[in-house]
């Protein structure tokens, strides 16, 4: 687990002015105890004192929970912060809460996932990251068997994910999908849908999790079942899936995120907006597949990257 300390030697910012700065942020995501938000945050923390090193930040995490983060942006809201980073646990749920916050003169920018009417978005490129793991899966099966496509949250990331894991398989026509259960995002979801899909399903050569902590948890209920051999994917590069490529083990691949970049980005967009500067509005952040032949080479989510340019 990563602590949400600064890391000065891994990056290095030069001062830059305050002026148009955002001054107080609030930032909501689905769990701050997960290493991917934790990550994200920093992105958003360090950008954010580049910009404005007196800026004031508020992280809150929603625990996957949209009533909490629902009051969550009404605490914010009432703070009166400049601008709002929300990585929405309910893509569309969410909307009278961003509604709110724009009328009261808050920028909103969506984090990892959509969220209906924000001022702008900032996200992997999801569907490319379902696509790169599905096919790579296909591929180590010589483009035949069942693949078991495991769901998560009610969210844009996750649909997105199995929309390119789908296209991919399209290219293999002896590949078959299965509908798989909702692992909730969570080691243990993954370990209690797997369990189920395999009582509902008599042959499955491959998983796709839209997670890594599905997979993980996937991973404990194929094992306790002494399950033959059955090849795993997923989606976000995190510290807990290299540890699990250096070891034998079913897990393969994961296409992996830039959580760090991701929440860097959020900030620097929200600035733009906010000095209506013009710019796009949604930003994908491409993936990449991690797998034990790159494993060496792969620097992770807290590789040091270019320094924030100056404004």
């Not at 001054?23 to 991917?36: E, K, Y």
């Not at 034990?292 to 404004?311: C, D, E, F, M, T």
Request: charged share 15%.
């Amino acid at each position: 687990m990563f602590s949400l300390r600064l890391l000065p030697i891994l990056f290095l910012f030069s001062a830059a002015p305050s002026w148009a700065a955002p001054s107080r942020i609030g930032i909501s995501v689905g769990a701050l105890d997960n290493p991917f938000y934790q990550a994200l945050v920093r992105g958003a923390i360090q950008a954010a004192h580049h910009l404005n090193p007196s800026a004031q930040i508020t992280s809150l995490s929603a625990n996957f929970t949209l009533p909490l983060q629902q009051q969550q942006m009404r605490q914010l809201i009432a703070q009166k912060v400049d601008l709002i980073l929300l990585g929405a646990v309910d893509s569309q749920a969410i909307a009278p809460e961003v509604q709110r916050a724009r009328e009261a003169g808050i920028t909103v920018v969506a984090v990892d996932v959509d969220a209906p009417g924000v001022d702008g978005t900032v996200k992997s490129d999801n569907r490319q990251a379902g696509e790169i793991t599905c096919r790579y899966l296909a591929e180590q099966l010589g483009g035949k068997g069942n693949l078991l496509i495991q769901g998560g949250p009610p969210v844009s990331s996750v649909s997105d994910r199995i929309a390119g894991c789908r296209a991919a398989l399209a290219a293999f026509p002896k590949m078959h999908a299965l509908d798989g259960g909702n692992g909730l995002g969570s080691s243990l979801g993954g370990q209690r849908a797997m369990q189920q899909d395999l009582a509902r399903y008599p042959a499955i050569d491959a998983l796709f999790a839209t997670n890594d902590r599905q997979a993980l948890g996937s991973e404990k209920a194929l094992d306790a079942q002494t399950h033959g051999h059955l090849l795993i994917g997923a989606v976000d590069g995190s510290p807990d899936i290299e540890r699990a490529l250096r070891r034998p083990g079913r897990i393969i691949a994961s296409a992996s995120q830039s959580p760090y970049l991701i929440g860097r980005e959020a900030v620097l967009l929200g600035q733009k907006l906010q000095l209506r500067q013009p710019t796009e509005r949604l930003i994908k952040v491409p993936v990449s597949l991690v797998n034990r032949y790159n494993l060496a080479q792969y620097q992770g989510w807290l590789s040091a990257l270019p320094p924030i340019p100056k404004r």
